[in-house]
Each structure stands twice: as structure tokens, then as C-alpha cells.
């Protein structure tokens, strides 16, 4: 069997063992078998399901490293098998002068089970990896966005306002950490092309980027209150915590709510209703 055949093979075993509640997906409805379906892995890794079958039937021969990293987060794949992924495919596995978006057991595990809070994991340039339910809730549901706008750094130099209102001090402050972190990443992971394409790209795109990048401007992440937006549940006034995970450069960024504040009750509102819309008089529909 040729390579791309085994990769096709391998791809559908993954997907096949992976059940839906593993990653956050309901498990109602008809299914042939107790996998996800080419749909929601192409969503969760997002890719169009087209690709996706060109992969798995071995006709797309040359996945991206970009592409090899999503379907590896997407298919909660272990170190060993995120390796044998690469080698199919082949390429070698990114190594220690990459940033890496492997997530340990414990992380996932933590996000599984601290389903009270908004939660998502991130990676040494800022991309998002993970996220749990209430997150994309709070803030909306990242799974069919592309690589770029998963990058909080890209989208706040670049992007449209997102639901999160920042003071002018809190918006400096942020800023200077963004771009401190991506000068700290520079310099740890200096064979990573992507991240150096996403600094280059930035600069170009973002005058504010560019200017504060020249100028050597560093910052530092504090537990700061955000406040934020939601079209259903209304104003929310948040604690913002960035953790970062041992042994690594991966980020966890938890969003809490004082006890009995309204900011609790609204919380606890969203991790009921999730992502459904609601009517006029707050029911969902």
C-alpha cells in the first residue's frame, strides 16, 4: 500500500475510535459507528470535509505541517502516534526548535472535568489548540475558523473588536504582553517558520505591531477583569488568570466569576443554554 494509502488507513482508524464526547461533541442522533464523522473531524481541524476524504481515500498526498498538527489536536492524538502521523505523511515531527501544540493528559483532563469555567489552552505563539464548551459559549465557537484567525495575537492587531472591552491601560498592558511573548518565542523557537511568517505578516499588516516590535516593547501577563460582551446573556465582568502549563510553553487562560456575583448566575446561565440562540424573552430556541 502506498504512503498516502496508509495515511488515508490510519486517519480512519483515529477518527473511528475517537467518540464524540471526547472532544466535546453531543453523541445524539443515528450513528454507523460510535466515531466521529468525517463532518466533525474536518470541523474540529478546520478543514473542508472535501479534503478531509481526499486524505483518507489516499488522493491528497502532501498535507501541510499545519494540517498534520490540527488533525493530531483534533484526533487527541498521543505523542508516539502524532509522530507515526507525521512519518506517513512524510515529514518528520516538529522538534525542540518548534513550538509545539502537543497538549498532556493532565491538561485535557483539566478541561474535561472544569466544566464551570470558560477554559482554552494556547500555544507558545498564541495560537488556540483546546477549548472547553463554556468557553466557546462566553466568546464564540472557534472550530470551523483557519489557522490565522485562531491566533489571538493576529486577530487583536488585525481583526475586528471581539466581545472583550479592554480600558485603555488594559489594552496597553495586553499589547505590550502579546508582543513580548512573541519576542520571548522568537528566541526559544528559532527554526520555527511558522511563527517567524506570523511575526513577518504582522508587521506588515499592523503599524501599531511593527512600531512596537522596533521599539523592543515587552510586557507581562497579570490577573487582570475583563469585561465581556454576550449577545444572549448580556454583560459579564470577569477575572482573567493566564496559567501556564509545567513542563512546557502551552498557556491555559481561565475566565471566573466571583461567588454569588451576577457575573456567576450569567455563567451558569450560558453553561446551560451553551451555543443555542435565545428568543426575545431569554428562552432558547
Not at 27 to 54: I, K, M, T, W
Request: with cysteine; charged share 20%; aromatic share 6%.
Amino acid at each position: 500500500m502506498s504512503g498516502s494509502g496508509e495515511l488515508g488507513r490510519a486517519l480512519r482508524g483515529w477518527r473511528d475510535r475517537t467518540a464524540p464526547a471526547t472532544v466535546g461533541l453531543p453523541a445524539g442522533g443515528v450513528r454507523r459507528a460510535a466515531g466521529l464523522r468525517r463532518e466533525e473531524l474536518a470541523q474540529l481541524a478546520g478543514l473542508s470535509v472535501d479534503y478531509l476524504v481526499r486524505l483518507e481515500q489516499g488522493r491528497a498526498t502532501s498535507p501541510s505541517a499545519q494540517v498534520l498538527s490540527a488533525l493530531a489536536r483534533a484526533l487527541r492524538l498521543s505523542a508516539a502516534e502524532r509522530e507515526h502521523l507525521y512519518l506517513l505523511a512524510g515529514q518528520w515531527a516538529p522538534g525542540p526548535g518548534q513550538v509545539s501544540a502537543h497538549i498532556p493528559p493532565g491538561v485535557r483532563r483539566l478541561l474535561d472535568q472544569l466544566d464551570g469555567a470558560p477554559l482554552s489552552v494556547w500555544d507558545a505563539a498564541w495560537n488556540l489548540i483546546l477549548w472547553n464548551p463554556l468557553w466557546a459559549a462566553l466568546l464564540g465557537d472557534p472550530s470551523a475558523l483557519p489557522g490565522r484567525e485562531r491566533n489571538i495575537v493576529w486577530l487583536h492587531f488585525t481583526g475586528p473588536p471581539s466581545r472583550i472591552s479592554h480600558t485603555p491601560e488594559q489594552e496597553t498592558r495586553f499589547r505590550a504582553a502579546m508582543v513580548g511573548d512573541l519576542r520571548a518565542a522568537s528566541a526559544r523557537y528559532p527554526a520555527d517558520a511558522g511563527l517567524r511568517a506570523l511575526i513577518k505578516e504582522l508587521r506588515d499588516v499592523s503599524l501599531t505591531f511593527a512600531q512596537m516590535w522596533d521599539a523592543g516593547v515587552v510586557g507581562v501577563h497579570e490577573a487582570v477583569t475583563k469585561t465581556v460582551h454576550h449577545p444572549t446573556v448580556g454583560v459579564l465582568t470577569l477575572d482573567c488568570d493566564v496559567l501556564t502549563a509545567p513542563g512546557g510553553d502551552l498557556r491555559i487562560v481561565a475566565y471566573t466569576a466571583a461567588p454569588g456575583s451576577d457575573a456567576a448566575d450569567r455563567l451558569r446561565l450560558l453553561n446551560v443554554i451553551g451555543t443555542e440562540a435565545m428568543t426575545e424573552d431569554g428562552t432558547p430556541r
